[in-house]
């Protein structure tokens, strides 16, 4: 049996590209697997990990599901899973796939949960990964602080001791002694991303309510949120244009010591290096984002991707893309991504893997932060939410509205685009 | 009907057969999306039915009753009679008995504890997965996470899940996953703030590109006009680059040029600036950047209209201006630009009409930024039906955006020809026959 | 009467202006072939390493270069060809044969530009997949036809009417039906124009990105300008300028050895499409 | 193929071109449209050849009615005022194009191309493109290529006024030529007078879409039926005195000069206001019917010379003479007219 | 103003179009280039106000040195052939528009516009646009734009080549009135013989970038300076016979017939090709050095008729006389020739 097997991954980088080679791989283990079974099958994969960004490859997808030629695997955020299962557009693999057997039954079970949506399992996750917040040790130094208190800072920020206030004021300390470039106190991601929604929760504001399932708006932890990045921006640690920049030319920056703090992904170690850096440890320190005020929580939301398969009229394909995912995800392969991505392991026996234990990032970086991650929530209208969330940020960054207004404007757009779905606070 | 009617006629179709299709019908089709709530969760095509935990607590909030929320929660895996017969069938009687002995009249909320049921079964005959949950499908009770294409199908189901008849209605109308008419699109659209920006930001768009366009084009025309043919050939050739050029590849270029370690920064920090982002540092910059870039484009077509336009003008005329005692600057202003009246009008309204749709070059430099601010109408039309960061097309509300635009253009594409004196254009066949 | 002036303070103020253009296209053909230190604009040594794309593959999601080319071909020809061909016959009739409510289809001409193709992506879509083209380079290619054909049909029509009755007269007077002599006789007037369609169009296909993003996201039939956009907005860490540099110049050379070959063509166009 | 057009009337859109006209032309005559600008000559033209559809009226080629046909099917030939040649085709790809529309085989047209080349002087520019033709070649391609098919009639548009006068000289003579040749029905369009009078049978002058006269050169040229069709036939052109009747002269207007009226017209009733017509070679010094004036003008024409001469009340007559003379600007002279050949007019400008 | 042309040279890119001409044109004058379409007229008059540029030469208006100046500070008028009246200006606009671009206070302005359009007949016009006017009185609204600031020469560029023959007539007179009235130098390009006799003061007759021959329009007729003079000028055309000097006399070519020579010129010797210019006025019936032909074409004009006669050896004589006598086509008709007016000219064409 000749089957053809499309794979397409977003927001992937050279280093990703195990997410479709993983599958390459796993079609041969499962060819090799029907042809003791006395089955001929014979599996081309064809991928594309080739996309403009997010946005491109989201429409894409979607077209083409609409269009009934969606490819049969797609690698994407966990987010589109609400919006696309309501849809119809992807099959759950709890249809095809033994969960309680090996390899799922190893992958952890708050990753499996992130991948489900309703109760009903319909995506495997692909990697995991967490957004942590950094420190440019030599700037700190400048500022004053020592060794050991760089040594402490996370610590310090998981206790709640050390808050975005504080980053502010360091930020400005090394503006103001020149130790960095005006705009280079802190210097955020700068594009949309899970990351803002960290933000928001560290000044206490909640994505969703577990009770009834719906998104909320905390319009005082949203304001103080935008209030944070209105003050960096009015302090001079932030550029008021800063979104929008290049992101080649914004890692270079921070790999190289311009900035003195910003925050970024797991994955980012691994960009470091190839900017130049190659001496993380001695250079950089990383913690959870840290809390914004007293009712605030250090956090980090981890956003891992997840295979998902799609609907099919064949079923056999739909079978065929589930097993293959679900061989991708054996601890082995799986490793390989880990590690050549720099993204963080998705199942336990991945530490028995040597290539991954051996690993000091994926393991420091799970210890210190996996433990605290939270995920965004998986319901339909949380693109529209985010959506929202960040226009008003941009908005109130960028000085076109106040944080006030810009909350106004939010509740607005939110009320009418979220209806009953939205609790507001 | 004259015979050449049949041919004028045959010959016209096959465009019009291609504008039907991917000018009218869409236009057509888009008034219609601006007045749904489509988007990607409810599809484009139409939906189906499903009941799962969302769309549970939705009736909840629409006030199901809680009886009925419990029924259908509860219903789950039962190992009844009937499913055991049927795996009977499937899979013979000792499993079925076995099952039965272990976990008759159970229900199972889940499909997995099933599995698990199955697969605890000392002969366990079952042994591939799909079969293992085709067998546990044979006991399920529940309707809930089932896609139900039809109307009448969910209907059935709702009926021999003994759902009270009273409840029905409602629960078919939420757990409906397509789309539904409404013009709350329209009052969205007039509430937000950012609607009246990105008219503004459209305003600014046309108004200044155009200036730039007529303006420069004007400049390159008369200018290469006077010019040796070999230096006029080689501006013209510069400034058509920009229009054949890839777009995307020129926005490379400008990229090049203005970003933090482009060309400008870098020549300036070599005069000590710090180097900054010319294209998006500031909303001044970023409009500058557009207008720019679109005007670069722009004003080579109206530097080939006015230059052939010019060249149209009789010499004699210019030569009659110069014995006349005219200077250069007299002969531009008296002569020339007099005579150019009605290319500058066809520029400025076939311009404005492609500013006012366009958003190729913005969407690849500023794409809307910084902040929104140099976010135009057809840009954010673009965004919210295909282009963002959450995933979520919002195909109704980016139809809306678009449908206005469409009503906006054809007002002014008519006010344009009316200007125009259209029936000049049309000179009657003189051929009769 | 050009000699009765000074040249040179109009030629200065048409290179400043022109500068940047001159600068980014000087910078574009110098970066692919040398490399600097960053942060200097003087290049330290040249290399071919920016053009490795054309002999190895850049990653694996796509098709490699050529192919990739040959797809932008296939769809700028054909786009091209349909087009000319559509226009040509539209424009005759327009320009020449009475028939009824022709003022309404010229007027419609004008009116087509105002609606923003582009923005009614998703009507074209779900058309695009009614027909099963969705996702097809034949999808991409109608729709990229649609768009540039008000603006083919108004120059050809410019075109036809510069052409004298008289030889359309003396034509049927010689006893040819008006098709002949559309067909033997008109044409081979209007073919300065009939080349200015086929080239504009194909440049403009050549170019083309939005349609090809949304409407052909597929690996099988990407083109160009999605390839280079892929390069562009990608986050890698090896975004390099100088290999974007190096494929964008590979790009654009077929539409300026174009350019410079009919240029002449060209600028015919709006003198024929405008008159009015 | 004789011609034959009844009640002829033809509009473009809300304007009457044509009203009522009826025009018989034999078989074998050349005929001149002769007329001003505008007045309707190539509409005229255009509808008997089917390009234009006549609004009214029964057009007759032979005992034919071919009012609905199409022109393709009337077997007419064309020359147009710009020649509309073929560009794109050399010379003998234009001649041999109607016979090639007419799917005839290739031998016979290679025979009838080579045939009417040889007739209109033209066998070895067959290779040239029309723009490589001088614009009297030009010309005769058109013929040529209007010929070729042998039409039942041939139809000539202003077919020399984009010739320089020289050549316009040579054509007149080679389309004569041509056409009494072939025997040809054929009828001319043009405004110049010259051209109508030297080349055809008869002429049908026409002003204002209504046809004024119809009837042979000379007889136009002696016997005008209206001092419209004095006035436009006549080189240098004939002078108009104005005045009124009295006593059987004329009273020539603000002055007391009298006139004797021609002696072959019924005198009109005293006080008809009469117009009198006298040609540039009928006021000439020699003549009886002595008129004063003072030379208000002079031209010399190579081997003639012209003169105004402006009378005691403002009018102007006109005379021609060979040179030798010696009489100049402002000189007073006392010519006389011919009597036998002034023509009077009526007051709707009728000839009496 | 006098102009004066020392050899002046101009050539456009390597096409040569005028070399080393010179010519005087006096005060006052009004002289004619005439000649033959493409042989340089229009350049050399394009040349004379500044529009081209001279490669070589000198030109001067009066004593001025005016060569290196350009066309804005000449202070010429010119009148082109398609009038190139500004079609955006109505017509008090556009004679405005000299004075205007020379700042002239707007009653000074109004005054001269006033003037000069009383002096060309235009008053009721001035609030026209060119597009409604007909082609006579675009004529003289160029003529007006080109005199209102009182130039020191007007040149004129085919002035009358676009209007009908009988405007033609008449703007004839009214240029001349002018420049008589206004006295100034004046420069006329035409390619019509007729205009340049009958309007100007001297003829300048170029051919091939050359002048030919300058003179006075009735030497010019009467004395031509080689063939191409005579074949130019007269209209019908001078028919040429060509044969070779044998005893004093012209024996034609083939043919046993022989000539005498004008008795005023000096025989060449014998053998030498000889070409005799008879203009049709002098091959009459009544004239005495008879000869013999076929009549091959008669034309009527309107007073005259012209007739081709064919001699026995192929040579065509032009004869032209008054209407009346009633040869037809093909009669054998004995003409005589008038000695004295017979021309006679060398082998390489020039005069004998
Ligand atoms: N297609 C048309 N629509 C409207 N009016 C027309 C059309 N064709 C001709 N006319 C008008 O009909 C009248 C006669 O035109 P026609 O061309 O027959 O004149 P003509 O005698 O040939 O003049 P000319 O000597 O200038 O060619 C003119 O007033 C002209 O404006
Ligand atoms: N700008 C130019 N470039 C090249 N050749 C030119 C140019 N202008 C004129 N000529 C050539 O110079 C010659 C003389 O041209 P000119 O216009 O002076 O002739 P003309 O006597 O005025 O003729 P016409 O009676 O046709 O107006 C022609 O052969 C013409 O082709
Ligand atoms: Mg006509
Ligand atoms: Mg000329």
Redesign the interface.
Known sequence: KDVTITVWAGGSNDSDAYRWEAIEMAADILEREAAIEGEELNITVESKGQFGN???F??AV?LAA?AGTAPNIVV??H??I???S????IV?V????????WPLNDIYPNLLEIAAF???QWGLPQDAESRPFFFWKETMKKIGYSDEEIAALPAKVESGEYTLQNILEDAKKAVDMEVV?KGYGFYPRP???PDYAQFYQSFGGELIDEE???LVLDKKAMEEFYQFFADAVAADVTR??H????WG?WYKEVANGKAATWHGGTWHFGRYAQEGNQDFWNTIEFSLIPAGNEIGRPNTITHPLVYLITDNTNDDVE?ISANLVKIASEPRINSLHAIQSNHLGIAKQQSNIELYANNRWADEATKRLLGHANAQPN?????????AL??GL??A????KSPAEAVE?VE??MK??LG??LIIR | ?????????A??S??LI??L???L??????GI?AFTNM???????G??Y?L???SL??LV?AGLPEVTRNQIESAGYRIDEKGLAALAGAHGQDVAEELSKNHAGEVFT???DV??AL?DLNSNPIRK??D??AAADLFKRSIL?Q?YQSREAFETALNEAGIPKSDRPLITEIAY?GWTWTT?NF??LL????TWQYAKNTGIYVTFTLAFNVI?GLF?AV??F???AA?A?T????????R??????YI??????T???G?VS??L?GFGY?SK?WM????Y?AWVTVV?ING?VGAS?GM??F???I??I???????????????W?QVW??IL??L???IL?ITS?QT??L?????YI??S??G?????TEVW?LA??HT???????????GL??T??LL??II??L???F??RL?N???????????? | ??H??R?WP??L??FI??L??????T??VVDTFTTKV????VPNAFTLNHFRFLWTDLDDGSWGIYGVTLNTFIFAASTAAIVT???V??G???S?????A??F???SL???????????????F??LQILGLYNTLIGVI??K???E??FG?WVMKGFY?TVP?EI??AG?QDGAS??TVWWKLILPQVQPGLMAILIFSF?SG??E??LPM?LNPGTEAQV??TY??TL?LDTNANSD?NL??AV?LF??LP??II??IF?NK??????GG?K? | MRISIKNFTKT?GDTTVIKDMSLEIESGEMLALLGPSGCGKSTTLFSIC????MNAGRLQFGDKDVSKR???ERNVGVVFQNYALYPHMDVHANIAFPLKVRKEPRTEIERKVREIAALVHIEELLQRKPSQLSGGQQQRVALARALVRKPDILLLDEPLANLDAKLRLEMRSEIRRIQQQTGITAVLVTHDQVEAMSMCDRIALMNKGDIVQVCKPKEMYDNPASDFVAGFLGNPPIAFLDGIAKDGEIRLANSEVGLPLPSNITAPSDGTQLRLGIRPEFFQPQNDLKVTGKVSFVETQGREDLFDVTLANGAILRSIQSRGGDIKLGDEVTWGISREHILAFGPSGERL
């Open positions: 997010w946005q491109e989201k429409q979607t609409e994407t955020s987010l589109d609400a919006p696309w309501e849809a119809g557009y759950p709890e249809e095809y796939l033994d969960l309680d057997a309703d109760d009903v470039e594009s949309n991303g009834t399932g719906k008021k244009n979104l929008g920049t290049d030319q079978e319901h339909v209208n949380y693109g529209a939410y985010s959506e960040f226009k941009e908005a960054w960028t000085g076109t404007e607005v757009q009418a685009t009953d779905e | 009907m004259q015979r050449s009617s049949w041919l004028g006629l010959f016209l096959p465009a291609v504008v299709l991917f000018f019908v869409p236009v057509v089709l888009t999306f988007s990607t969760a409810t599809g484009v095509k939906g189906s499903v799962n935990a969302s607590r939705a909030d889940k499909r997995r599995e698990r697969k997965t799909r293992r949950k996470n896609r996953t709350a009052d969205l509430s937000l703030d950012s420069f390159l200018t290469t006077y010019l040796p230096q050939t501006f013209r050739a510069i400034w058509f680059l920009p054949i050029l890839p777009p995307v590849l490379v270029l400008w990229r090049w040029f970003w933090d370690t060309f870098t020549v920090s710090p982002n998006l540092d500031t909303e910059h720019l670069f077509m080939i209209v230059s052939s336009a060249r149209a009789p010499t004699s005329m210019l030569y009659a201006s110069e014995v006349d005692g005219a200077s250069r007299q008296h002569i007099p005579q009246r009605w290319p066809f076939y009409m492609s006012l749709t366009s958003f190729e969407y690849l500023t794409d930024g910084p902040g929104g601010s057809a039309a673009f039906a295909l282009n963002n960061y959450g995933g979520n097309l919002q195909y980016g139809a955006y678009a635009l469409v253009g054809v002014a594409s008519l344009y020809l125009f259209f029936k000049n254009l049309l000179t009657k066949p003189r051929i009769e026959g | 009467m050009k009765n002036f040249n109009v030629l103020v048409l202006f022109s940047p253009l001159l600068i980014m296209l910078f574009l960053p942060g200097t604009l061909a559509i226009s016959m539209a005759y009739a327009l020449r044969l009475s028939f009824p022709r003022g289809f010229l007027g004008i009116v087509l530009h105002a609606f923003p193709t582009v923005t009614l992506i998703i009507a074209i779900l058309i109608i729709v036809t649609a768009l054909l008000p049909i009417d009755w359309e007269m049927v008006r098709f440049l050549w170019s990105f939005v949304v160009l300008s280079l956009a562009l300028f974007i540099s964008g790009y654009a539409v300026v350019y410079l240029q060209l600028m015919n166009i709006y003198g405008t009015g | 473009f089917g390009i234009h559809r199409p022109p393709q």
